[in-house]
């Protein structure tokens, strides 16, 4: 049975390393240039085919696949006529792999139905090393039997494909899991700073912690860096972290609720980037709450 044709649009690090996965797997993939042409070329110099426009990708593919920074940025491919909706096939399918708003994703997927293809959200868990091997965790939701018919792609690019329902419903786990995960990730990162106002070893401070109910692997990659130095455990922006946080907050916001536990680790966030810390990563958190407490 032939592979299905399919688009590929943003293709940063993550992006990059999944087009090289499905590259291995013998795929055909029409890319979709990028700010920074590092993963494109890389893809053009394996056999990948490069379009003008997210229109020509959707005429070019059976599977249109989105990795992209924000629902704005997903948007703005998504509509107008060089959008990937102007040029989709009757029964495309189209994923967002990005974290996106979940009223963005459901108002796609009413676009893309009423063009004739399937939208499925898919956020995306762990890092660009394991899209490389194709050993992402995937949270799919929407149409179970578009699902259904992508399923052995998704299974060639994740170890853990979860199906989750509605349309809708991958995005929105996905924020609360990101809301608990920059929570936890923040509160670790003020722990190492007050250790250090208090005179307190940070090893001992973590081992401590760490013998109990509180550790997780979310403690063990602020500790990477904070105890060993090694920030690239987890090689998540602060500017991308804050960006969560956020969306996490407006759903909260639009299900008729305001958000206590987020406020702090919005707070952080956003203090940082005011830091000029942006582009720094999570675990990194720990150098500014150290540099405001002083220490």
């Given at each position: 049975m032939s592979k299905p044709a399919i688009g590929f649009i943003g293709l940063g690090l993550m992006g990059s390393a999944m087009v090289q996965n499905l590259l291995d797997k013998g795929y055909t993939l029409t890319v979709l240039g990028h700010r920074d042409r590092t993963g494109i070329e890389a893809a053009l110099?394996?056999?990948a085919t490069e379009a003008a426009t997210a229109r020509e990708v959707a005429e070019a593919s059976d599977i249109v696949m989105l990795c992209m920074g924000t629902s704005e940025h997903v948007e703005g491919r998504m509509r107008g006529p060089?959008?990937?909706?102007?040029?989709?096939?009757?029964?495309?399918?189209?994923?967002?792999y990005g974290t996106s708003l979940p009223g963005s994703t459901k108002a796609l997927g009413e676009e893309v139905a009423a063009a004739g293809g399937t939208y499925l959200d898919a956020p995306l868990g762990r890092t660009p090393s394991h899209g490389r091997e194709g050993k992402l965790n995937i949270m799919c939701s929407g149409d179970k039997a578009a699902y259904?018919?992508?399923k052995p792609v998704l299974d060639d690019q994740g170890e853990n494909v979860f199906h989750l329902g509605a349309l809708g419903n991958g995005h929105t786990i996905k924020l609360i899991n990101n809301f608990f995960a920059m929570t936890t990730a923040?509160?670790?990162?003020?722990?190492?700073?007050m250790a250090d106002l208090a005179g307190v070893d940070r090893k001992q401070l973590f081992d401590v912690m760490g013998a109990g109910p509180l550790r997780s692997g979310m403690m063990e990659?602020?500790?990477a860096y904070g105890v060993d130095g090694n920030a690239e455990m987890l090689a998540f922006s602060i500017k991308n972290a804050s960006k969560d946080?956020?969306?996490?907050?407006?759903?909260?916001?639009?299900?008729?609720?305001e958000s206590i536990m987020s406020a702090c680790a919005d707070k952080g966030l956003?203090?940082?980037?005011?830091?000029?810390?942006?582009e720094d990563l999570v675990p990194q958190m720990v150098d500014f709450y150290a540099s405001r407490y002083g220490k």
């Open positions: 110099a394996r056999g060089d959008g990937v909706i102007a040029g989709l096939k009757d029964g495309a399918i189209v994923i967002d259904e018919k992508v923040n509160a670790m990162s003020e722990a190492f700073a990659f602020i500790a946080v956020g969306y996490y907050r407006s759903m909260a916001e639009g299900l008729g609720v956003k203090a940082a980037i005011e830091d000029g810390r942006g």
